[in-house]
């Protein structure tokens, strides 16, 4: 699954990217928690909790099935 995960990061990383910051991939639980670093611009955005769950979160559910959760961590 992580395999699949980091695959669906890399297509919504250049949105990411055209903003200023980036997203890196840190670990895949086995029930479905997917774990993400926010880089860049996107690291000290007030906005940065609704792209993890409403763009970066719903973009990995719909594309990996498993997926149950994304949080960050720093």
Do not use: Y
Request: hydrophobic content about 40%; aromatic content about 2%; glycine content about 10%.
């Amino acid at each position: 699954m992580k395999e699949k995960v980091e695959a669906a990061i890399n297509k919504i990383r250049p949105t990411l990217q055209a903003d200023g910051g980036d997203v890196e991939l840190v670990e895949v639980g086995e029930d479905g928690a997917v774990l993400v670093r926010l880089q860049g611009a996107c690291r000290g955005c007030p906005m940065s909790q609704m792209t993890l769950k409403n763009g970066i979160e719903k973009f990995l559910k719909k594309e990996v099935p498993g997926v149950k959760s994304v949080d960050k961590v720093d």
